[in-house]
């Protein structure tokens, strides 16, 4: 059996939480029936090829107003030692306002928050607060889960002279930076893998109408950022637009080929390193 840390995934009570995005504007998803309902661990212990030994949970609107309600519920479902959460806090937030925010989301589990940005919500990571609200995130051992397109290069610039002015600051891009198939991006990518605090999760391709395809973009990504700052991540249960959970790690298994020790690196040394797995410390500039 392989074993795997998954550093993106999102688990649903549709009872216990709110998920207005959810059951009350939905995005235009297919197999949208498959993902509007309750996720729970369980479901994800019964793989054939593969045994979840740790996860990530990130936020999913469970209570935007009260986020650290979906900390609690997740304390209720998971053993401690099997998970990691990031929550929500708004990133552009007045200083007084954001640290307010972090405060009172103090919980043995967090390890980050996360505030999408894409599109042109991204512009609100150049407000001036940022760099202080990243500062104090730092400052609380906490990451920022940075989610906007890769191919923004004045974002992309922006986020590098505040991580080069915050040099303990971590951030970790999800989904693969949303790059797609006719995106310019390598540059940007490239600038980011310079700040050696930086990582990438290998993921949300099914997001994408037209999607780099995944062994070039993965290929590139291990050149920009090495094999310890790249690692694979499902987006369950958002993944169902396109692939079972079983299936979607069975496609990056095949994707390492016969490099058992990258597949390691990517299903779950990185994650377990980056995250903080098994009482040691999220890394921080890991050697590549």
């Keep these: 059996m392989n074993k795997i840390i998954d550093p993106h995934l999102h688990f649903f009570s549709l009872q216990k939480g709110q998920y207005h995005w959810l059951k009350h504007n939905p995005p235009a998803w297919p197999n949208l029936e498959q993902i509007r309902q309750d996720h729970l661990p369980d479901a994800l212990l019964d793989q054939s090829g593969f ?14 107003d009260q986020p650290r309600r979906e900390l609690t519920w997740l304390a209720e479902i998971l053993p401690a030692s099997r998970y990691k959460a990031v929550s929500y806090a708004q990133i552009d937030a007045p200083a007084a306002q954001f640290r307010a925010q972090l405060d009172a989301l103090r ?41 906007f397109e890769l191919s923004q290069h004045n974002i992309v ?37 310079a700040q050696p605090n930086c990582a990438i999760k290998f993921s949300g391709h099914e997001l994408l109408d037209h999607p780099q395809p995944l062994q070039t973009q993965l290929n590139r990504l291990l050149a920009l ?55 040691s410390e999220p890394s921080r500039m890991p050697p590549d």
């Design 51 to 64: 045994t979840l030994e740790g996860c990530v949970h990130i936020e999913a609107g469970f209570d935007n």
């Design 107 to 147: 919980h043995p589990s967090l390890v980050a928050i996360r505030d999408i940005t894409e599109g042109q919500d991204a512009t609100r990571l150049q407000s001036p607060q940022v760099t202080e609200n990243l500062a104090y995130l730092s400052e609380c051992g906490l990451h920022f889960e940075a989610q």
């Design 157 to 193: 610039k922006h986020l590098c002279h505040i991580t080069q002015q915050l040099p303990q600051l971590r951030i970790m891009l999800n989904h693969s930076g949303l790059v797609g198939q006719h995106d310019d991006w390598q540059d940007n990518a490239a600038m980011l893998a």
């Design 225 to 279: 950022f090495g094999r310890k700052r790249v690692m694979f991540a499902s987006n369950h249960p958002v993944c169902l637009i396109q692939h079972s959970y079983e299936a979607i790690w069975q496609q990056y298994l095949s994707l390492c080929r016969e490099d058992a020790p990258l597949w390691h690196r990517l299903s779950y040394a990185n994650a377990k390193d980056w995250y903080g797995f098994n009482g």
